[in-house]
Every structure is written in C-alpha cells, then in structure tokens.
C-alpha cells in the first residue's frame, strides 16, 4: 500500500483546511485508515480514523465537532476536513493504513498499529 499525502499549508487561526490521502495498491480496502499529527518536540498523536466498508469513524477528543474524516472508494482516497483550526493544531499530518486482522477489527489510536504511512504535510496554524 501506498500513501500520498497532500493539502497542508500556512492558514490563520479559525481558517480551514482540507488534507488528502491518496492510496494505492491491491489491497487498499483490506485496511482501516488514519490520520495523525506530530507537533515539533511532541509523539505522534492519532487524529481521526475511518473504515472503507462502512466509513465508521473515530475521533480524538481534541478534534471533535471540528475535524471530519471522510472516504471516497472511488477513487481510494480519504479527506481530514479540518475546521475552526488552532494554533494547537499546527504539526505535521500522516496518513497511515492498519491491515484489518480480524472480523471484528475497531479503529485503532495506537501508531504501531498502523503498518503503511504517507509522507507527512505540514499544517502551520498562525494566530
């Protein structure tokens, strides 16, 4: 699997922005996708997360009610619309693909749970 990550830029405080991760590969739909962020001097933090089959959702806390994770099979790609953006916000965003191992396999927060991983595109959130 392959990830491409893009959309990142220099927005101001209550702006929005929306990243794209573009998949490819065979078995792109045999993963759960995610998106993370890492802020200079912080570990890796998960953001948002969607299933392909029925685009479930899992959210950080941090981003509810302003970030949305959406998919379009289509075209194998998923979207972090992010609203309402922070200065708290500004790191740099991956997406990343989880194998799915089970039948009933959840939406994972963990980072090491995810085997593939896009390029990373920065997000400067400026007050």
């Known amino acids: 699997v392959q990830l491409q990550a893009s959309g990142g830029g220099l927005v101001q405080a209550g702006d929005s922005l929306r990243l794209s991760c573009a998949a490819s590969g065979r078995t792109v739909t045999a993963h759960h996708m995610g998106w993370f962020r890492q802020a200079p001097g912080k570990e890796r933090e998960f953001v948002a997360g969607i299933t392909w089959s029925r685009g479930s959702t899992r959210y950080a806390d941090s981003v509810k009610g302003r970030f949305t994770i959406s998919r379009d099979n289509a075209n194998n790609t998923v979207y972090l619309q992010m609203d309402s953006l922070d200065t708290d916000d500004t790191a740099v965003y991956y997406c990343?693909?989880?194998?799915?191992?089970?039948?009933?396999?959840?939406?994972?927060?963990?980072?090491?749970?995810?085997?593939?991983w896009g390029q990373g595109t920065l997000v400067t959130v400026s007050s």
């Open positions: 990343a693909a989880d194998p799915i191992r089970a039948v009933f396999y959840p939406i994972h927060i963990i980072a090491e749970e995810y085997d593939y």
